[in-house]
């Protein structure tokens, strides 16, 4: 629910409710109330299958739920034609896919620069060389998704999320494989990042050790939905 101030308007980053989301018959994801302040962060926790990538993608707006209310920073998502939404997505969301997906036949600067590209905005090169250099890639501009380590290649996946300043910075299962010092500086380097532009990092995830390396954040627990739940869908 949105409080309402009689001096400013506070937009919380998230808010939604009754929110029902199925890809077949049964729903496969259902979440009543989920509320995240602006700046703040979140993590998304609950085992394989239980929908925390079908919800990623519903707060990105790739995904439209079936029922209920879903505002990002005041935005209603299901208000926004398809094109309005694309636009809106280019400008609001970062996105770090599980896979990655960065592209095999571009260079890592021109993989950043996609960004630009999407978003129909000048090619921003300054922008592209100051992040790899925050993320220690000063030297692998030119050098293509084939050549970097799977730690690099991650790193460029966080850059280009980043490379628009988005409000809401969205990472899919950023620690899975990854051990546990790598695992601590992936969630720091999301989080600095996070800070950087003023978003607020949301990290769907199964693995509970990133709830101690961000200890501050909102936990959003999905248990997943069985046959029976599916059958109640109202
Ligand atoms: P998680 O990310 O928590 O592992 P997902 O959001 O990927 O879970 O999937 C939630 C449920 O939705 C799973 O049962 C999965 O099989 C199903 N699902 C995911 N994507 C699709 C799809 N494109 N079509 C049909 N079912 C899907
Ligand atoms: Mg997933």
Not at 104 to 123: E, G, R, W
Not at 137 to 161: F, W
Request: glycine share 8%; aromatic share 4%; with cysteine.
């Amino acid at each position: 629910m949105v409080g309402i101030q009689m001096h400013e308007k506070v937009c919380p980053m998230i808010d939604a409710s009754n929110i029902s989301y199925r890809y077949n018959v049964h729903p496969v994801l259902t979440v009543d109330a989920f509320h995240l302040d602006s700046g703040r962060h979140a993590i998304i926790l609950g085992p394989s299958g239980c929908g925390k990538s079908t919800f990623l993608h519903l707060l990105a707006g790739i995904l439209t739920p079936q029922a209920g209310h879903l505002q990002i920073n005041g935005t209603e998502i299901k208000d926004l034609s398809q094109r309005g939404k694309d636009t809106w997505r280019g400008k609001t969301i970062g996105f770090l896919p599980q896979r990655l997906a960065l592209v095999p036949s571009l260079n890592v600067a021109d993989n950043l620069l996609l960004s630009n590209y999407a978003n129909d905005t000048a090619a921003d090169n300054r922008r592209a060389e100051t992040l790899l250099l925050a993320l220690g890639l000063s030297d692998k501009v030119k050098s293509y998704p084939h050549q970097l380590s799977g730690g690099q290649k991650q790193r460029v996946a966080i850059a280009r999320a980043v490379f628009n300043r988005p409000q809401l910075l969205l990472a899919d299962e950023p620690t899975a494989n990854l051990d546990d010092a790598a695992c601590s500086s992936v969630i720091e380097l999301l989080t600095t990042q996070a800070t950087e532009v003023g978003a607020s990092l949301i990290v769907a995830t199964h693995d509970a050790r990133v709830l101690t390396a961000l200890p501050s954040a909102t936990v959003l627990r999905l248990a997943g939905m069985t046959a029976a739940d599916g059958g109640r869908d109202e």
